[in-house]
């Protein structure tokens, strides 16, 4: 079959830390390129990975916090800086194209006077956004994608992200805490790259604050009962919040999910076959 890769951009969370990167993955499907989330770093990853910086025109954000897109504006202006044309397209929930006009109107000093020095010109740094709903947005050259509402309440809408080539499919849940349509949108897939809250109450987590938090993710049980559930065939860790100890979110998961498991790092690379 064509190409069908994952690269793990940066497996890290709002906690600044030397070797995990903001949550970022790169999906690579045939000759297409899709980034999907944008933590701090994404560029920087980017180019670790040996991918052309150039070559990134597609963005999927799982939400709005800005831990899934401090790293947006570097993706998206740097890139132009060094000849990057033609759309630069992105996709999330309601909020999106918002956002992304405010960006256009924050950087706009740089987009205007870039093309005086540079040989560059402003329409290429042009973003075309959209607030997508829940189900098949994109479906062009053989590759499917699917966003689902998950639960991150009260951070609402939250989406995952299904993506299917050649037979084959990976889902990202975003930040999610226990919900069906996870299940229900992860069914016998070949991997699913999730996020998990390692924090133990009364143990590592104490305050409000840590608790209010930890909800927001899955716990490693809970997280297990959805492998489980879904009977997917691979699941990685890619988004470890809130004190995660990384033995002690493997045996909690075994509790409840015997089937593979792997934790993620930076970039980490996945062939999907
Ligand atoms: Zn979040």
């Given at each position: 079959m064509n190409k069908f890769n994952i690269t793990l951009l940066g497996t890290g969370t709002p906690r600044l830390q030397a070797d995990r990167y903001g949550p970022s993955s790169l999906v690579e499907a045939g000759d297409e390129k899709f980034i999907i989330d944008c933590g701090r770093g994404t560029l920087q990853r980017v180019f670790e990975s040996g991918?052309?910086?150039?070559?990134i025109g597609k963005v999927l954000l799982t939400h709005l916090h800005s831990d899934h897109t401090v790293g947006f504006p570097d993706l998206w202006l740097t890139p132009w800086a060094f000849e990057r044309k033609g759309d630069f397209q992105v996709w999330g929930p309601a909020g999106t194209e918002d956002m992304m006009a405010k960006l256009e109107a924050a950087f706009a000093f740089d987009i205007e006077t870039r093309p005086l020095h540079d040989g560059?010109?402003?329409?290429?740094?042009a973003i075309c956004a959209e607030d997508i709903r829940p189900g098949v947005f994109y479906d062009r050259k053989g590759i499917k994608i699917t966003a689902f509402e998950v639960d991150h309440s009260p951070v609402n809408p939250a989406y995952g992200y299904r993506v299917d080539y050649e037979g084959k499919s990976v889902v990202f849940s975003g930040d999610t805490n226990y919900c069906e349509s996870l299940i229900e949108h992860s069914r016998?897939?070949?991997?699913l790259f999730c996020n998990v809250s390692g924090g133990r109450e009364n143990i590592t987590i104490h305050s409000e604050r840590d608790k209010s938090i930890m909800k927001l993710h899955l716990m490693p049980e809970d997280a297990g009962r959805i492998f489980d559930k879904a009977n997917i065939k691979l699941a990685v860790y890619i988004h470890m919040v809130q004190h995660s100890d990384i033995i002690d979110i493997i045996d909690r998961t075994r509790q409840t999910y015997q089937g593979p498991l792997k934790i993620g790092n930076d970039l980490m690379v996945f062939e999907v076959e």
């Open positions: 991918t052309p910086i150039t070559s560059i010109e402003a329409k290429d740094a016998d897939v070949d991997i």
